[in-house]
């Protein structure tokens, strides 16, 4: 069964830093890319960034271009998103989902920006 | 980057109605297309793939057509358990864009 549990997750002030993780378990994760999606509160989803297979390849949404730092351990099966300089804006759920065609989606992790 | 224009941005309608949600992408996507259903407080569940395949397990009464710039998601007979947020996503090019949902409402 495929399993993708994110945490990392809390309360941060503007300006502060936030590391979250997914891990992946019951599929291949070396060989499947990765998103981060997130969801601010009441609104619609938004898509944050990508990463392929192999690390070859990133994009970023251009809000959080610059910011964010998208990464995976593959020996871990693990996805990262390092979030830096963070703004009320960034309060959101965070998911990751697998694949180019967003397959399977973990619980997601909360991420509140506010002093 | 591609505009996802999804109609309406809410409705009601009650058990057993027959509804139709469309999206209009600002250039083609070809079948690059899909449903997704989120309940409040719960994850996004995908409906449908490929813009007219029905994700294993969904109720056949899920039904996506379309293709290039017009897509649509109909639900034959409402079931009280359909009243949910829908939304359509494209992911024929980064960035991956979703609609601005339809929200489903009982009548």
């Known amino acids: 069964e495929v399993q993708l549990v994110e945490s990392g997750g809390g309360l941060v002030q503007p300006g502060g830093s936030l590391r979250l993780s997914c891990a992946a378990s019951?599929?291949?994760?070396?060989?499947?890319?990765m998103n981060w999606v997130r969801q601010a509160p009441g609104k619609g989803l938004e898509w944050v960034s990508y990463?392929?297979?192999?690390?070859?390849?990133?994009y970023y949404a251009d809000s959080v271009k610059g910011r964010f730092t998208i990464s995976r351990d593959n020996a871990k099966n693990s996805l990262y998103l390092q979030m830096n300089s963070l703004r009320d804006e960034d309060t959101a759920v965070y998911y990751c989902?697998?694949?180019?065609?967003?397959?399977?989606w973990g619980q997601g992790t909360l991420v509140t920006v506010s002093s | 980057d591609i505009q996802m224009t999804q109609s309406p941005s809410a409705m009601s309608a009650s058990v057993g109605d027959r509804v139709t949600i469309t999206c209009r992408a600002s250039?083609?996507?070809?079948?690059?297309l899909a449903w997704f259903q989120q309940k409040p407080g719960k994850v996004p569940k995908r409906l449908i793939y490929?813009?007219?395949s029905l994700q294993s397990g969904v109720p056949s009464r899920f039904s996506g057509s379309g293709s290039g710039t017009e897509f649509t998601l109909t639900i034959s007979s409402l079931q009280p358990e359909d009243f949910a947020t829908y939304y359509c996503?494209?992911?024929?090019?980064?960035?991956?864009?979703f609609g601005q949902g339809t929200r489903l409402e009982i009548k």
């Open positions: 989902a697998r694949d180019g065609v967003f397959d399977y």
């Open positions: 019951g599929f291949t994760f070396s060989s499947y890319s």
């Open positions: 990463i392929s297979s192999s690390s070859s390849t990133i």
């Open positions: 250039q083609g996507i070809s079948n690059y």
């Open positions: 490929a813009a007219s």
């Open positions: 996503l494209q992911h024929n090019s980064y960035p991956p864009t």
